[in-house]
């Protein structure tokens, strides 16, 4: 087991480096007058407190600011930076900055999909519930008053961020497609029907990608080739051979026995110019339609792309650990400036969660359920030893070595793994010079510089 104490902090330092995070506050305005309020400080005390309990808020933020800086500062300055708009942009550059080596960058997965997808990444929303005063600037859905909608990419390898977005609650998530200059060509994109458009289709073909997605019911398809499919619908493509139109021989609530797999045209809203792609229908409970689109070839049969496509619950699982381990389910304050800069730092802290996670444990067949150690755990383990988190960050580097190994001690015995339980301190750490050695029964040895600021 590959159990590097050493490369934690090195992970998190090269993560949200204090150097950079400052060059980003002078970047964004964040730093004018108030100069005694640095950006690193304020980046990883905003981060630190998300994993706090109770509810955080600027309290617990401004004390481990405190903490960190080595300077005292009164609640009315440090508020007052939270509420302005430069510290949105500034957590917003910071979580850019720390999700960036995962998009393209290389991982330690060896799992059997990335044979054939450089990354399998999911894109998916949910609502934040906002004080009711901020209706005005954040106006909910339903009988929420005021929401934010937060859509997030991870990497179904690991569950790792990769990018996020924040937009108003009743903003329809046709409206926010996936960021598709930032995923690796030959990366495979999955999403909900709830942001599927044709137009959508067309540009992640352009941009050299796949995708794997659920066709609108009432979504018009017209056939022109098939490979598996009733008989009438293979002699009237025969005798129709410019297409037919899928509505004719399928309504949209008839129920199947078989899997139907075809080749469609469709055309996207106010454009002449078809969209070819392929559709595959599986029968689903009392015979329900499954309807798929996707450019994936022949090779992926209908039963492979079926359960290819529950990878995207993973980021369902995320959003859960977001809102029951990093204090996304209300956010307590009446500032829109403040709501949104507390929910980068629960997206910073996501990362910062990660970052452990794969430094303890490199996810080798981390997609789906395939880890060791469980991600969501690893949050949760965080909030019960924050303070060890905060010290192995501000000790010198000899006295950070003794906190990093309470500090996986108490991730591994809190992690419901066996594995992790039964291999765990079975590494030997020695401090040489400027770096940390580590050499383990199974891991053989490793170095790794420490950053330090």
Not at 144 to 156: D, E, H, R
Not at 301 to 312: D, G, I, K, M, S
Not at 385 to 404: D, G, I, K, S, Y
């Amino acid at each position: 087991m590959h159990e590097s104490y050493n490369n934690v902090v090195a992970a998190l330092k090269a993560r949200l480096p204090g150097d950079q995070l400052d060059a980003l506050g002078a970047s964004c305005r964040f730093i004018l007058r108030l100069r005694c309020i640095c950006a690193s400080a304020f980046v990883w005390g905003l981060v630190l407190s998300r994993f706090g309990q109770g509810k955080p808020g600027f309290t617990q933020a401004r004390h481990w600011f405190q903490r960190l800086a080595g300077r005292r500062i009164w609640p009315r300055p440090f508020q007052i930076r939270c509420k302005s708009p430069a510290a949105v942009r500034l957590m917003h550059a910071a979580f850019d900055h720390a999700v960036e080596p995962w998009r393209n960058g290389t991982r330690a997965t060896t799992h059997p999909l990335q044979r054939y997808f450089r990354d399998i990444v999911v894109w998916d929303s949910t609502p934040v519930a906002l004080a009711d005063p901020l209706r005005p600037f954040f106006k909910g859905l339903r009988n929420v008053a005021s929401q934010v909608k937060i859509y997030l990419a991870i990497s179904a390898f690991g569950a790792l961020p990769l990018a996020a977005r924040l937009t108003s609650g009743h903003v329809n998530d046709l409206r926010q497609p996936p960021p598709l200059e930032l995923f690796r060509k030959g990366s495979l994109l999955l999403f909900d029907l709830g942001f599927v458009t044709y137009r959508l289709l067309r540009e992640i073909q352009s941009a050299q990608l796949f995708y794997l997605c659920r066709m609108r019911r009432h979504g018009h398809a017209t056939i022109v080739g098939v490979r598996t499919g009733p008989r009438d619908v293979v002699a009237a493509l025969k005798r129709h051979p410019a297409g037919i139109q899928l509505r004719d021989f399928l309504p949209r609530d008839e129920s199947i026995r078989s899997r139907w797999d075809l080749d469609v045209l469709v055309y996207p809203t106010r454009d002449k110019q078809p969209v070819r792609t392929r559709l595959v229908i599986v029968p689903g409970p009392n015979g329900e339609q499954r309807p798929y689109l996707t450019n994936l070839g022949a090779e992926w049969r209908p039963a492979a792309l079926r359960e290819l496509y529950r990878l995207r619950w993973q980021v369902e699982l995320v959003f859960k650990e977001l809102k029951q381990n990093l204090h996304l389910e209300t956010v307590p304050t009446k500032d829109p400036h403040a709501s949104q800069t507390l929910i980068w730092a629960s997206l910073i802290a996501l990362a910062v969660s990660r970052t452990v996670t794969t430094a303890l444990l490199p996810p080798r067949t981390g997609a789906g359920l395939a880890t060791r150690i469980r991600p969501a755990i690893v949050s949760r383990a965080l909030r019960s030893c924050v303070h060890l988190l905060a010290a192995a960050l501000t000790a010198p580097l000899r006295r950070a070595l003794a906190f990093l190994r309470v500090l996986v001690d108490v991730v591994l015995k809190k992690a419901p793994s066996s594995v992790a339980a039964t291999d765990a301190g079975r590494c030997d750490v020695t401090f040489e010079g400027t770096r940390l050695r580590v050499r383990g029964k199974r891991a053989g040895s490793a170095t790794v510089a420490l950053w330090y600021g």
